[in-house]
């Protein structure tokens, strides 16, 4: 019902930064939207999640402080600043939309593609 795009992933070195984009479809307005990562030899994990009026933002203490998440429903798109990146950061981002403020996988039925971020020491 919700076709989601994620982009802006790339090869980047330790410390440096990256821009990731979530973009729909159709609109976003209604959903909650999350960011989860799977890093190598790891299980899907969440890294943050945005309200629906862009108002809260929550993440995970592995990114908090370095990261944040923004906003623009007008746009149908939702933005993963990632900065200060570090090589275990080596991971495909996907975002999902969901109807609740949540940070577990099963409360987001919709996902993107994903999309690759390597970060080289």
């Known amino acids: 019902q919700v076709h989601l795009t994620e982009s802006g992933g790339g090869v980047v070195q330790a410390g440096g930064s990256l821009r990731l984009s979530c973009s729909a479809g159709e609109f976003l307005t209604p959903y909650v939207v999350g960011w989860f990562r799977h890093r190598p030899g790891k299980e899907r994990e969440f890294v943050g999640s945005i309200d629906k009026t862009g108002t809260v933002t929550r993440f995970a203490d592995s990114v908090k402080g370095r990261w944040t998440i923004s906003r623009d429903n007008a746009k149908n798109s939702v933005y993963l600043q990632m900065d200060r990146l570090r090589p275990d950061d080596t991971a495909v981002y996907y975002c999902?939309?969901?109807?609740?403020?949540?940070?577990?996988?099963?409360?987001?039925?919709?996902w993107g593609q994903g999309t690759q971020v390597t970060v080289s020491s």
């Open positions: 999902g939309t969901g109807g609740s403020f949540s940070p577990f996988l099963q409360d987001y039925p919709y």
